[in-house]
């Protein structure tokens, strides 16, 4: 009875070695070129088509990410615009904030994007019709080999967790059925956290983020000086804007000091009277 238990924990072993072996070595071909398959020739060997394979051939996957900034006259009505055209094209808001007017601006508004990838242009020239744009900034990271590694390791996992279900159909004792079970569970855990990871870059490549941010003209960016002509301008703005703020402060304390002067005078006017008073006082 003893050997008859030990031997069929053997073959599991064994048969979950050359699952985990067999997924690797799936994995390791698929990873060494580049997620690609090449050829084989009559001989066993890739045919030298196979190996100059170009590059561009390989469906590229890219996240483009960005943010652009446009001055409009009336952000909150601008931003009800910019959500209407990304809904018209398939896109859609992630986020969304509104500031209030302030100091005679009339508020700003920013909202965070998802925009379908292709046709990103046609959709960022739908948003320069909203005001003048201030800046345009787009980013890409090409994620083309990580989505290629994780189609193959999810291929290979698949294909070991359906081995080991083949294996459990047959199992007949409990040891033999615990063990794959245990063995199963792990990898549809790895599969499934796998899966998740490639819909996240399915999601972001499909989809561009951008950051829309709807100013009004007193919130716009101020262009930096730049030549003689412009950076004297802008000296002798900041020299008249330094005395207006004098002008402005001197207002403000204009009616504190003109108290202070009143309070001032009444006090020497009580000093001064109380030593006449006590000057004349021995004389009579």
Do not use: H
Not at 259 to 279: E, H, N, S
Request: with cysteine.
């Amino acid at each position: 009875m003893r050997r008859i238990l030990i031997l069929p924990t053997a073959l599991v072993l064994s048969a979950l070695a050359l699952a985990g072996c067999s997924a690797a070595g799936d994995y390791s071909s698929s990873s060494d070129s580049g997620g690609v398959s090449a050829p084989m020739t009559d001989s066993g060997v890739e045919s030298s088509e196979a190996q100059s394979l170009d590059a561009s051939a390989v469906d590229r996957q890219v996240i483009t990410t960005g943010w652009v900034t446009v001055t409009v006259d009336e952000p909150m009505d601008a931003a009800t615009e910019a959500i209407r055209i990304t809904e018209s094209v398939g896109g859609r808001v992630d986020g969304r904030t509104e500031y209030a007017p302030v100091d005679g601006d009339k508020g700003s508004a920013t909202l965070t994007l998802r925009l379908p990838a292709e046709g990103l242009s046609d959709t960022l020239e739908q948003f320069k019709d909203l005001g003048e744009v201030q800046e345009i900034s787009l980013n890409s990271q090409d994620v083309t080999m990580a989505t290629q590694d994780l189609d193959a390791r999810i291929s290979a996992l698949s294909a070991s967790i359906d081995r080991l279900l083949a294996l459990l159909a047959t199992a007949t004792d409990t040891d033999t059925l615990i063990t794959l079970e245990t063995a199963i569970s792990d990898r549809q855990a790895q599969l499934e956290s796998m899966e998740s990871e490639r819909r996240y870059y399915e999601d972001q490549v499909q989809l561009s983020t951008v950051t829309l941010n709807l100013v009004s003209v007193a919130d716009a960016p101020v262009d930096e000086p730049d030549t003689f002509l412009t950076g004297l301008i802008a000296g002798w703005n900041a020299f008249v804007g330094f005395f207006a703020g004098l002008v402005v402060a001197f207002g403000v304390l204009l009616p504190w000091l003109v108290l202070a002067g009143l309070i001032t005078a009444i006090v020497i006017f009580i000093i001064k009277r109380r030593q006449r008073k006590a000057v004349e006082a021995p004389a009579e």
